[in-house]
């Protein structure tokens, strides 16, 4: 092993220009490197407590337990399955791209009968299949995605949550490509669950999932509280519900900690609660309706762009998320190559996708501290010269320009 341990770390910088994670903002940064504190500490508790208000702000709820699962945001959906399906609950999953197929793998494995649904990838379920399909399964929990990266679309929720609550049926919403970005109204939805992360439109590092439940899938959640016995009281009794068969992703323990009762589960990763409470804040500084518009105008240059260059566009307009396009490969140019010489070349990423998508589309972030003019004219100058180098026709300037015109000439 070389004597200096490899050395100190010095990452090339990047403009992360892909469906996420993003290039945190500065501030967010700066957060991390404050000081560490023990988790019962009185300023730690007072910081939790903020991030719960904060958040209720950001996933506009008036819902107590909001709070955030230690992990990606992959932690929190499985904190919310494991923790709101009971062995033999049928989940209802409509499936439009990669991370509804994720909910069936993580329901089955909670002991649910799944019943998936599925759209063309590119497309998004209409109102009416939703109702007829929770009319004729009946199930006791949907599991679905809000905006799905693998497939660049957004699913409308209004009127799916409608139908659950005057069904009793509980909604979880996976909104980890969405908060911060475009509109996730869960109380005026009647989302019950509500996911999501930090590393897209909020703008943070992965590693931490802000969560919101309200009162009824609290209630369903608490019926399973089961304490570790190294917690439990002389005469305490654990609910009447199945054990939640997660002991990390237990979010009756979770909700515990976070209560004022502040019974002890994990240590909280304080570094990344830091980060949280950052992003936050900066979200909610600037206005949930203008970080909405900043996402939508970035991503409209961004596509006005592309199309000036003779690109096109991937699936259906009316339901493309707010902060990531999807571009199809034009025949005869090697998707992959040109991924590898933007990164090895101009220090910029973008995705591929997976699936029936996979080598067919790339996929262009624009989100976070990124939806910003200049990460745009970046990567439109530097998509240009590559495919040029490819010998696709395109004519010069014309995307910038486009993209341009979209921010206004006086804008920079």
Known sequence: MNEDFFGELKPTPRLLMGPGPVNAYPAVLHAMSTPLL?????QFREYMRQISELYR?????????????????????????????????KVLVPVFGRFGHLKVEIARRCGAEVVPIEAEWGRVFPDEVL????????????AVSHGDTSTTMAQP???????????????????????GGMEVATDLWSLDAVSAGLQKCLGGPPGCAPLTLNDRAAKR??????????????????????II????????????????????????????????????????????SGAFARHALASRALREGLQAMGLELF??????????????????????????????????????????????????????????PDPVYATLNALEEVLLEQNFSLPRGDGFDAARAVYGAGES
């Open 38 to 42: 023990g988790q019962f500490d009185p």
């Open 57 to 89: 702000a950001v996933f506009q709820t008036g819902n107590r337990s909001t709070l955030l699962v230690d992990g990606t945001a992959r932690s929190a959906i499985e904190a919310a399955l494991v923790s709101l399906i009971e062995p033999g609950d």
């Open 131 to 142: 109702e007829k399909a929770v009319r004729l399964h009946q199930p006791r929990i949907v």
């Open 157 to 179: 929720l209004a009127a799916l949550g409608k139908i659950c609550c005057e069904r009793e049926v509980f909604l979880y919403v996976d909104a980890t490509a969405t908060l």
């Open 221 to 242: 959640i608490g019926a399973r509280r089961h304490l570790e016995q190294g917690l439990k009281k002389p005469g305490e009794k654990d609910g009447e519900g199945p």
């Open 245 to 288: 068969r997660s002991n990390y992703f237990d979010l009756a323990m979770v909700m515990d900690y976070w209560s004022d009762k502040a019974l002890n589960h994990h240590t909280e990763a304080t570094t990344m609660l830091y980060a949280a409470r950052e992003c936050a804040r900066i979200c909610l500084r600037e206005g949930l």
């Open 315 to 372: 699936g259906d307009p009316a339901h493309r998320m707010a902060n990531i396009t999807g571009v199809l490969i034009p025949p005869g140019i090697d998707g992959e190559r040109l991924r590898s010489t933007l990164l090895e070349r101009h220090n910029i990423e973008i995705g591929t996708s997976f699936g029936p998508l996979h080598g067919r589309i790339w996929r262009i972030g624009t989100m976070g501290y990124n939806a910003r």
